[in-house]
């Protein structure tokens, strides 16, 4: 029987039963699904859930047409007016948070980005997400479009900037380990954040959800990837983590380069905060983009082992097996940094040596010069051989 595109095939020790609903176990943990398929008839529409919630208007559905099965689940036109999102996992609640959290959906509604207009949730889980479009864009059509999606994804999390969380890369890092840890990659990774990363409000886009409105790209706000769900835990993640999620599912249809990669950032950092930019926000040594490229393309590995795509996971391995090259220059360069303790450290001596007459005044000073010298040479080289964030 051939498995829809949703089932995780690479991973799942259920096999594929379309009558099945209650829990599947996967090497990966454990996925919950209820039973949607009435949800894929018109008379299902027809009255409104007894159990749940329902967030928004009950659209009067009077036709109904399966558009296509995805890895998020299925997506249907109804009305030839609205697209439904059937997610037949349960991944939590993501989508119905941002609908019924008024400050958070104020702050986005003027933005390129089309809210739902229902969300009906159950147990803590989005089930069926309507979104007030008809049309989305094509993978292609998104490619021709990265940087005016880019300037559209900065606009929103300009919007989303003041209900913003700090900098917490602790639990960052160790979302790493744990996707890491799963996945038993051969790569480790850990960074340091800048003040100016800070963690926002969940959305999940994706290059295939995008409608045009008006002339503009909109984003359709997903809900979160059973890949996500299996590998790590829930948390704020910063725009960085958004953009770069994004670019590298652009490489999955045509591999990026050094100049496209800096035009979708600038595009990005065009309507984005301008703090989202400034000092050492973009910097490698801080983490930068590029770790969270490494983060985006984990998660693009569990996908293909999910859902069994070769190809993918091949291409995710080989990106992976070059990190190790960033990560020895970097390794380099903590050397540089440690001078600058050294030369603090020589400061120390040459201040104790003069108060204590160990050494003559001369030699003190000669020796605190010296060591000051050193300190700030080895910090400029520091920084001024962190790799560019493109």
């Not at 940087?147 to 917490?168: C, M, W, Y």
């Not at 030369?343 to 120390?348: E, F, M, R, S």
Request: aromatic share 10%.
């Amino acid at each position: 029987m051939d498995e829809p595109k949703w089932w995780p095939i690479g991973v799942s020790q259920t096999p594929y039963d379309p009558s099945f609903k209650g829990e599947i176990i996967t090497s990966l943990g454990r996925l919950n699904i209820w039973d949607y398929k009435p949800s894929l008839e018109l008379g299902w529409w027809q009255e409104k859930p007894e159990n749940g919630k329902v967030w928004g208007e009950w659209l009067d559905v009077k036709i109904l047409e399966i558009i296509q099965h995805d890895r998020y689940g299925v997506l249907l036109n109804l009305n030839g007016t609205h697209i439904a999102r059937i997610c037949p996992f349960e991944v939590g609640n993501d989508i119905s948070r941002m609908v019924r959290h008024e400050p958070w959906n104020s702050a986005v509604s003027e933005n390129s980005i089309v809210l739902p207009s229902m969300v009906w949730s159950l147990g803590g889980n989005d089930r069926i997400i309507i979104y007030p479009c008809s049309t989305l864009l094509s993978i292609e059509e998104s490619h021709t479009m990265r940087n005016r999606i880019a300037e559209s994804v900065g606009q929103i999390h300009s919007s989303l900037d003041k209900f913003s969380t700090p900098n917490t890369e602790r639990i960052w890092n160790d979302r790493l380990k744990e996707i890491e840890a799963s996945l038993k990659t051969n790569t480790l990774w850990r960074a340091p954040h800048s003040k100016f990363t800070v963690g926002l409000p969940r959305l999940n886009f994706d290059i295939e959800a995008v409608a045009l409105i008006e002339g503009k790209p909109a984003m359709l706000p997903q809900p979160r990837t059973i890949t996500e769900h299996l590998l790590c835990n829930q948390e704020r993640l910063p725009g960085l983590a958004t953009i770069m999620a994004l670019e590298t599912q652009w490489n999955e249809f045509e591999s990026s380069n050094e100049e496209s990669r800096k035009q979708l950032i600038q595009s990005w950092l065009k309507q984005a905060p301008i703090s989202y930019g400034k000092g050492k926000a973009l910097s490698t040594l801080l983490g930068g983009p590029w770790v969270w490229r490494y983060h985006a393309t984990l998660l693009t590995l569990g996908q293909a082992m999910i859902f069994s795509d070769t190809e993918l996971e091949k291409n995710s391995i080989k990106w992976l097996s070059d990190v190790s090259r960033l990560q020895a220059h970097l390794g380099i360069l903590r050397f540089w940094k440690s001078g600058l303790w050294g030369g603090i450290t020589g400061i120390i001596v040459a201040f104790f040596t003069w108060q204590l007459d160990t050494l003559t005044p001369t030699t003190s000073a000669l020796i605190g010069l010296v060591s000051l010298f050193f300190a700030i040479a080895s910090n400029q080289l520091y920084w001024a051989k962190d790799p560019a964030p493109y």
